[in-house]
Nanobody, 126 residues
Framework: QVHSVESGGGSVQAGGSLRLSCAASGYAYSGLCMAWFRQAPGKEREEVAR???????SYADVVKGRFTVSADNAKNTLDLQMNSLKPEDTAVYYC????????????????????RGQGTQVTVSS
């Protein structure tokens, strides 16, 4: 069963930085088909950044240019470097995985995102 542990959250002032890390286990780690989501109090969970099956990355407009998602294949983790943090970035951050499908020509992600961790709290004060 897939299990993940998110870490690296904390409290910072606006303009500061944090680096989140997600260690997932119970599946064949590939560094692909993984994503960060966040949920602020009273709001729906939203996707922040992802790595797709072809290794490409994408970001929510509100974090573009400030956040960077990467896979550390030496540590089998998904990381999220967050710079220039704003109070509106305050949320619980979760990592999620999808199934990676490969054939001789390409690789892609399939299915819904699975959330298997408790998340890590990020609080940004003004």
């Amino acid at each position: 069963q897939v299990h993940s542990v998110e870490s690296g959250g904390g409290s910072v002032q606006a303009g500061g930085s944090l680096r989140l890390s997600c260690a997932a286990s119970g599946y064949a780690y590939s560094g692909l088909c993984m994503a960060w989501f966040r949920q602020a109090p009273g709001k729906e969970r939203e996707e922040v950044a992802r790595i797709d099956g072809d290794g490409s990355t994408s970001y929510a407009d509100v974090v573009k240019g400030r956040f960077t998602v990467s896979a550390d294949n030496a540590k089998n983790t998904l990381d999220l470097q967050m710079n220039s943090l704003k109070p509106e970035d305050t949320a619980v951050y979760y990592c999620a995985t999808r199934i990676l499908i490969r054939n001789s020509d390409r690789a892609w992600c399939s299915g819904q995102f699975n959330f298997r961790g408790q998340g890590t709290q990020v609080t940004v004060s003004s």
